[in-house]
C-alpha cells in the first residue's frame, strides 16, 4: 500500500518567518495530494490539495508543490502568524474511486510571537 | 450547511457496556466516514460507506460495528471494548466517488474506556 512520510515532526518559527513542511510518497499512482490542518482539540480542516496534473497551487500564503518523478510534494506557509499553529498533515490517495487517504505521521508547527 | 455534527462529544464507558457514537451530514455527500485518532497521531481509517453501503472495512474487531441508515447518519456501535480503544472517533463526509474533493470532518466523539 501507500507509504507517506512526513518532514519534521516539529517545526518552530517565528512569526512573520516561513515554514516548509516536505512529503514524500511511495505508490507512484498516487495522483491527489491533500493537506489537512488540525489545531488542539480541534478537527482536521482542508487548507489546499494538488492533482498530479498540476506542479504548484497556491492560496494566499499557503502553496503547494509537487514533483511527480521524486515523488514528494511540500507545503509552504509565507508570513507565519499565530493562528498557523497546528498540526499539519499531509496525505495521498490514488484513482477517483479510491476512499483511502494515506496520512503522514503529521508536524506540530508553533509559531512564535 | 457545511457542518458534519457528532454526538456525543465525550463518552466514558466500561469494557461490559454497550454504547453509540452518532454523525449527522446535510450537504447531500454520499461518503461517510470513521476514523479513530490517537494523540498526536494522524486519522486511521476504519470504515468507509458509499452510497449507503460499506465499502471498506479496514479489518476493524468486531468489538466495532458500523450502521448507516440512510444518507444522512452514520452510526459506531461499541461493546465490549478495550482500554486500548480509548481515543477520538471522528466522522467524516465527502461528495462521492473517491477522492473527488474534500473531506468534511466532524469534531470528533472522544471516548474513554475504563
Known amino acids: 500500500g501507500e507509504n507517506v512520510e512526513q518532514h519534521p515532526s516539529t517545526l518552530s518559527v517565528q512569526e512573520g518567518d516561513s515554514a516548509v513542511i516536505k512529503c514524500t510518497y511511495s505508490d507512484s499512482a498516487s495522483n491527489y495530494f491533500p493537506w489537512y490542518k488540525q489545531e488542539l482539540g480541534k478537527r482536521p480542516q482542508l487548507i489546499i490539495d494538488i492533482r498530479s496534473n498540476v506542479g504548484e497551487k497556491k492560496d494566499q500564503r499557503i502553496a503547494v508543490t509537487l514533483n511527480k518523478t521524486a515523488k514528494h510534494f511540500s507545503l509552504h506557509i509565507t508570513e507565519t502568524q499565530p493562528e498557523d499553529s497546528a498540526v499539519y498533515f499531509c496525505a495521498a490517495s490514488r484513482d477517483a474511486n479510491d476512499y483511502k487517504l494515506s496520512f503522514g505521521a503529521g508536524t506540530t508547527v508553533t509559531v512564535r510571537a | 450547511d457545511t457542518e458534519v455534527t457528532q454526538t456525543p462529544k465525550h463518552l466514558v464507558m466500561g469494557m461490559t457496556n454497550k454504547k453509540s457514537l452518532k454523525c449527522e451530514q446535510h450537504?447531500?455527500?454520499?461518503?461517510m466516514y470513521w476514523y479513530k485518532q490517537k494523540a498526536k497521531k494522524p486519522p486511521e481509517l476504519m470504515f468507509v460507506y458509499s452510497y449507503e453501503k460499506l465499502s471498506i472495512n479496514e479489518s476493524v474487531p468486531s468489538r466495532f460495528s458500523p450502521e448507516c441508515p440512510n444518507s444522512s447518519l452514520l452510526n459506531l456501535h461499541l461493546h465490549a471494548l478495550q482500554p486500548e480503544d480509548s481515543a477520538l472517533y471522528l466522522c467524516?463526509?465527502?461528495?462521492?466517488?473517491?477522492?473527488?474533493?474534500?473531506?468534511?470532518f466532524g469534531e470528533g466523539s472522544r471516548l474513554t474506556v475504563l
Open positions: 450537504m447531500g455527500h454520499r461518503a
Open positions: 467524516a463526509s465527502s461528495q462521492g466517488q473517491g477522492n473527488t474533493g474534500e473531506l468534511f
